[in-house]
Protein backbone atom coordinates (compact mmCIF):
# COMPACT_ATOMS: atom_id res chain seq x y z
CA UNK A 1 0.00 0.00 0.00
CA UNK A 2 3.16 2.59 0.73
CA UNK A 3 4.56 2.34 -2.61
CA UNK A 4 1.54 3.02 -4.32
CA UNK A 5 0.75 5.98 -1.87
CA UNK A 6 4.39 7.11 -2.89
CA UNK A 7 3.68 6.63 -6.61
CA UNK A 8 0.66 8.47 -6.61
CA UNK A 9 1.39 11.47 -4.26
CA UNK A 10 4.65 11.68 -6.02
CA UNK A 11 2.59 11.78 -9.56
CA UNK A 12 0.42 14.44 -8.50
CA UNK A 13 3.24 16.59 -7.38
CA UNK A 14 4.92 16.14 -9.89
CA UNK A 15 2.37 17.37 -12.64
CA UNK A 16 1.39 20.33 -10.14
CA UNK A 17 5.28 20.97 -10.58
CA UNK A 18 5.76 21.05 -14.26
CA UNK A 19 2.59 22.74 -14.69
CA UNK A 20 3.92 25.47 -12.68
CA UNK A 21 7.42 25.86 -14.27
CA UNK A 22 6.45 25.30 -17.66
CA UNK A 23 3.57 26.02 -20.02
CA UNK A 24 2.30 22.63 -21.04
CA UNK A 25 2.23 19.53 -18.38
CA UNK A 26 4.72 16.41 -19.48
CA UNK A 27 3.17 13.58 -18.41
CA UNK A 28 5.56 11.30 -19.62
CA UNK A 29 8.61 12.60 -16.93
CA UNK A 30 5.95 12.94 -14.46
CA UNK A 31 5.06 9.07 -14.67
CA UNK A 32 8.89 8.61 -14.72
CA UNK A 33 9.57 10.62 -12.46
CA UNK A 34 6.57 9.18 -9.98
CA UNK A 35 7.99 6.15 -10.83
CA UNK A 36 11.62 6.68 -9.79
CA UNK A 37 10.38 7.94 -6.27
CA UNK A 38 8.09 4.78 -5.58
CA UNK A 39 11.92 2.90 -6.85
CA UNK A 40 13.73 5.07 -4.40
CA UNK A 41 11.30 4.06 -1.50
CA UNK A 42 11.19 0.41 -2.28
CA UNK A 43 14.68 0.40 -2.53
CA UNK A 44 15.13 1.92 1.04
CA UNK A 45 13.28 -1.05 2.15
CA UNK A 46 15.41 -3.47 0.95
CA UNK A 47 18.62 -2.25 3.07
CA UNK A 48 15.96 -1.42 5.95
CA UNK A 49 14.27 -4.80 6.20
CA UNK A 50 16.43 -7.24 4.21
CA UNK A 51 16.33 -10.00 6.85
CA UNK A 52 12.48 -10.05 6.16
CA UNK A 53 12.43 -9.57 2.96
CA UNK A 54 14.73 -12.45 1.94
CA UNK A 55 11.99 -14.89 4.05
CA UNK A 56 10.14 -13.67 1.31
CA UNK A 57 12.14 -16.40 -1.15
CA UNK A 58 12.02 -20.21 -0.27
CA UNK A 59 15.13 -21.43 1.57
CA UNK A 60 16.12 -23.03 -1.45
CA UNK A 61 17.54 -20.04 -2.86
CA UNK A 62 20.88 -19.49 -2.18
CA UNK A 63 22.43 -15.95 -1.34
CA UNK A 64 18.95 -14.19 -0.36
CA UNK A 65 20.38 -11.32 1.47
CA UNK A 66 22.87 -10.99 -1.03
CA UNK A 67 19.54 -11.15 -3.55
CA UNK A 68 17.83 -8.72 -1.54
CA UNK A 69 20.55 -5.99 -1.53
CA UNK A 70 20.90 -6.61 -5.26
CA UNK A 71 17.53 -6.45 -6.19
CA UNK A 72 17.28 -3.07 -4.02
CA UNK A 73 20.47 -1.03 -6.21
CA UNK A 74 19.11 -2.18 -9.03
CA UNK A 75 15.83 -0.36 -7.81
CA UNK A 76 18.33 2.74 -7.41
CA UNK A 77 19.68 2.49 -10.90
CA UNK A 78 16.40 1.70 -12.71
CA UNK A 79 15.34 4.63 -10.78
CA UNK A 80 18.15 6.88 -12.37
CA UNK A 81 17.19 5.49 -16.04
CA UNK A 82 13.60 6.63 -16.10
CA UNK A 83 14.76 10.51 -15.55
CA UNK A 84 16.54 10.06 -18.46
CA UNK A 85 15.10 10.11 -22.34
CA UNK A 86 17.91 8.19 -23.84
CA UNK A 87 17.01 5.38 -20.92
CA UNK A 88 14.14 5.64 -20.46
CA UNK A 89 13.27 3.07 -22.70
CA UNK A 90 15.52 0.78 -22.11
CA UNK A 91 15.00 1.05 -18.48
CA UNK A 92 10.85 0.44 -18.46
CA UNK A 93 11.27 -2.60 -20.23
CA UNK A 94 13.50 -3.70 -17.93
CA UNK A 95 11.28 -2.93 -15.08
CA UNK A 96 8.37 -4.53 -16.82
CA UNK A 97 10.72 -7.90 -16.58
CA UNK A 98 11.65 -7.02 -13.44
CA UNK A 99 8.19 -6.48 -11.69
CA UNK A 100 6.93 -10.03 -13.63
CA UNK A 101 10.24 -12.00 -12.07
CA UNK A 102 9.27 -10.20 -8.73
CA UNK A 103 5.87 -11.95 -8.28
CA UNK A 104 6.78 -15.53 -7.30
CA UNK A 105 8.35 -13.78 -4.18
CA UNK A 106 5.59 -12.12 -3.58
CA UNK A 107 3.24 -14.71 -4.16
CA UNK A 108 5.18 -17.12 -2.12
CA UNK A 109 6.14 -14.34 1.01
CA UNK A 110 1.72 -14.12 0.78
CA UNK A 111 1.64 -18.09 1.21
CA UNK A 112 4.18 -18.51 4.18
CA UNK A 113 2.38 -15.01 5.38
CA UNK A 114 5.83 -13.33 5.45
CA UNK A 115 5.44 -9.55 7.37
CA UNK A 116 8.85 -8.61 5.86
CA UNK A 117 9.18 -5.81 8.45
CA UNK A 118 9.23 -7.84 11.20
CA UNK A 119 11.00 -10.78 9.58
CA UNK A 120 7.86 -12.69 10.66
CA UNK A 121 5.21 -15.11 9.52
CA UNK A 122 2.48 -13.16 10.34
CA UNK A 123 1.41 -11.39 7.34
CA UNK A 124 -1.93 -11.36 6.43
CA UNK A 125 -1.53 -14.40 3.80
CA UNK A 126 -3.22 -15.24 1.01
CA UNK A 127 -5.75 -12.40 1.29
CA UNK A 128 -2.94 -9.63 0.35
CA UNK A 129 -2.63 -11.17 -3.07
CA UNK A 130 -6.10 -10.26 -4.00
CA UNK A 131 -3.88 -6.38 -3.34
CA UNK A 132 -0.70 -7.46 -4.67
CA UNK A 133 -0.80 -8.56 -7.95
CA UNK A 134 -3.87 -5.82 -9.12
CA UNK A 135 -1.14 -3.69 -7.64
CA UNK A 136 2.16 -5.56 -9.63
CA UNK A 137 -0.03 -4.91 -12.99
CA UNK A 138 -0.31 -1.55 -12.26
CA UNK A 139 3.75 -1.04 -11.69
CA UNK A 140 4.11 -3.04 -14.96
CA UNK A 141 1.46 -0.94 -16.58
CA UNK A 142 2.65 2.20 -15.27
CA UNK A 143 6.69 1.51 -16.32
CA UNK A 144 5.38 0.22 -19.78
CA UNK A 145 2.75 3.54 -20.66
CA UNK A 146 5.12 6.32 -19.21
CA UNK A 147 8.50 4.95 -20.19
CA UNK A 148 7.76 2.50 -23.10
CA UNK A 149 5.31 3.82 -24.94
CA UNK A 150 5.33 7.87 -24.53
CA UNK A 151 8.71 7.80 -24.92
Not at 27 to 53: D, E, W
Not at 98 to 109: G, K, S, T
Not at 130 to 146: C, E, G, K, N, T
Request: include cysteine; charged fraction near 10%; glycine fraction near 6%.
Amino acid sequence: MKPLIVLIIAFVAAIIVDRIATTSIDYGLCGRIAMALMLLFTAIGHFKFTAGMAEMLPVSVPYRKELVYFTGVLEIVAAAGLLFDASAKATGWFLVVFFIVLLPANIYAAMVKVDYESGTNTGPGISYLWFRVPLQLLFISWVYYFAVYLV
